[in-house]
C-alpha cells in the first residue's frame, strides 16, 4: 500500500503560482511513476503531468511550459510547480502513483485525497 497526501492548493490570482506537494508513504516511493491529475465541477478527471521512476517527465499540452513536476526521492515526495496560472486551472488537483508514466487515470494504483486550486480572474 502507497498512502499520498496533498497540500499546497489554495487561492491565487491568474497570473499567479502555486506548488503543490504529495508526500507518499508505504512501499518504496522511488519504484513507482508519479502522476498529477485535476477534475474541475462537471467534468472528467484529466490529466496533468506524470514522471516516471527514472525522472522522465510528460505534460498535457494544457499545461506545457507553466507547470513542472519533480520529485525527491529521499523526502519521498513529488511537486507540481504551477506558474502563470489561468482561471481554467481551477480544479481539484489529485496526485497518484502507478507501475508506469501514462496519462490514463485507470492504470494507477493509488490516489491521494485531493487538493483545491482555484484561480481567480
Known amino acids: 500500500q502507497v498512502q499520498l497526501v496533498e497540500s499546497g492548493g489554495g487561492l491565487v490570482q491568474a497570473g499567479g503560482s502555486l506548488r503543490l506537494s504529495c508526500a507518499a508513504s508505504?512501499?518504496?516511493?522511488?519504484?513507482?511513476?508519479m502522476g498529477w491529475f485535476r477534475q474541475a465541477p462537471g467534468k472528467e478527471r484529466e490529466f496533468v503531468a506524470t514522471?516516471?521512476?527514472?525522472?522522465?517527465?510528460y505534460y498535457a499540452d494544457s499545461v506545457k511550459g507553466r507547470f513542472t513536476i519533480s520529485k525527491d526521492n529521499a523526502k519521498n515526495t513529488v511537486y507540481l510547480q504551477m506558474n502563470s496560472l489561468k482561471p481554467e486551472d481551477t480544479a481539484v488537483y489529485y496526485c497518484?502513483?502507478?507501475?508506469?508514466?501514462?496519462?490514463?487515470?485507470?492504470?494507477?494504483?493509488?490516489w491521494g485525497q485531493g487538493t483545491q486550486v482555484t484561480v481567480s480572474s
Open positions: 497518484a502513483a502507478g507501475r508506469v508514466a501514462v496519462v490514463t487515470p485507470g492504470v494507477y494504483d493509488y
Open positions: 508505504g512501499r518504496t516511493f522511488s519504484n513507482y511513476a
Open positions: 514522471i516516471s521512476s527514472g525522472g522522465n517527465t
